[in-house]
């Protein structure tokens, strides 16, 4: 193989292990440390499960309603690169116990690329404007998934790309119960099926 060929193959495999990664990463994220204070650190908990959570349910209020609790929808300012640094420490051990510098190209474009698509579709979610990544498909599968979340706060925690919800048994498809839910173009039916 040549240099580029290397180049190539390792940044992708970089990429795809690390996408596959983040998704954990995020799950360990929201569930662990913005859903329950960690030990003195109250900082994402409060932000999150009482800030967010408080200002944007399930129901009609999944959607902004007041222009001010627009702050509340994204994270900090510093957030993304101190989250995309924290996740790429698994890629640096590997890349240094392997010798495959090159996986580090393909690990921070996912990183990055995972943060960047985490903030813009959960802005999207919670301030739908029509636009064009709101007629997807997958981003109407993933509104339904986080609305779920916004009804089950133990349930649903990733955004993104919901593998570790898969794997690790939190992945919830519909609510159990009949609720009074957020309705729009791209928000999915997310009741119980009739039987």
């Not at 292990?17 to 998704?23: C, D, H, R």
């Not at 994220?29 to 900082?43: A, D, E, I, Q, V």
């Not at 636009?131 to 986080?146: A, C, M, P």
Request: proline share 5%; glycine share 6%.
């Amino acid at each position: 193989m040549s240099f580029i060929e290397h180049l190539i193959f390792w940044s992708a495999v970089g990429f795809t292990g690390a996408a596959i990664f983040a998704s954990f990463f995020e799950w360990t994220l929201h569930r662990y440390f913005m859903h329950r204070p960690f030990f003195n650190f109250r900082y994402a908990f409060q932000a999150h499960a009482v800030v967010h959570h408080h200002t944007f349910k399930a129901d009609h209020t999944y959607h902004l309603i007041h222009d001010h609790d627009k702050k509340t929808i994204p994270m900090a300012w510093w957030n993304g690169p101190l989250l995309i640094f924290l996740g790429m420490i698994p890629a640096l051990a590997l890349a240094w116990s392997i010798g495959r510098w090159e996986l580090m190209i393909g690990s921070f474009l996912a990183f990055a690329s995972y943060y960047g698509a985490y903030e813009y579709m959960h802005w999207c979610m919670h301030l739908p404007k029509a636009r064009r990544v709101e007629r997807s498909w997958i981003f109407y599968r993933l509104n339904g998934h986080h609305l779920l979340h916004h009804r089950y706060m133990h349930k649903n925690f990733n955004v993104v790309m919901p593998v570790a919800d898969l794997c690790l048994g939190t992945l919830l498809l519909r609510s159990k119960i009949k609720f009074p839910q957020a309705r729009g173009v791209a928000v999915p039916d997310v009741q119980p099926r009739n039987k």
